[in-house]
C-alpha cells in the first residue's frame, strides 16, 4: 500500500488543523493505521492510531484534542487537530499496518506558532 499526506501547514496556537492520509495499491480497509510524529530533537512517537475495525488510540499527550478518523469506501484517513499548541509542531506521519507489514507515508510539517 502507498500513502500520500497532505494537510499540514502553520496554525496559530488554539488553531486546527487536518490531516488527510490517502491511500492507494491494496485495500485500505485491511489495514490499521496511524499517525506519528517527530518533533525536533525528539524521538518518534504516536499520536493516534485506528484499527480496521475502527478502535483507536491515542497518545497521552493528545488529551481530547486530537481525533482519529477513517473512511474505507475514500481509501483514506484522518487526523482532525484542534487546541494546537506550539509543543505540537512536528512531522507528521501517517502509516498502515496488516501482519508484519507496516508503511509509511511522506511527512509533512505541521507548525504552531504562539
Known amino acids: 500500500v502507498q500513502l500520500q499526506a497532505s494537510g499540514g501547514g502553520l496554525v496559530q496556537a488554539g488553531g486546527s488543523l487536518r490531516l488527510s492520509c490517502a491511500a492507494s495499491g491494496d485495500i485500505f480497509s485491511n489495514y490499521a493505521t496511524g499517525w506519528y510524529r517527530r518533533a525536533p530533537g525528539k524521538q518518534r512517537e504516536m499520536v493516534a492510531s485506528?484499527?480496521?475495525?475502527?478502535?483507536?488510540n491515542y497518545g497521552n499527550f493528545v488529551k481530547g484534542r486530537f481525533t482519529i478518523s477513517r473512511d474505507n469506501a475514500k481509501n483514506a484517513a484522518y487526523l482532525q487537530m484542534s487546541s494546537l499548541r506550539p509543543e505540537d509542531t512536528a512531522v507528521y506521519y501517517c502509516?498502515?499496518?496488516?501482519?508484519?507489514?507496516?508503511?509509511w507515508g511522506q511527512g509533512i510539517q505541521v507548525t504552531v506558532s504562539s
Open positions: 485506528i484499527t480496521s475495525g475502527g478502535y483507536t
Open positions: 502509516n498502515a499496518i496488516r501482519g508484519r507489514g507496516t508503511y
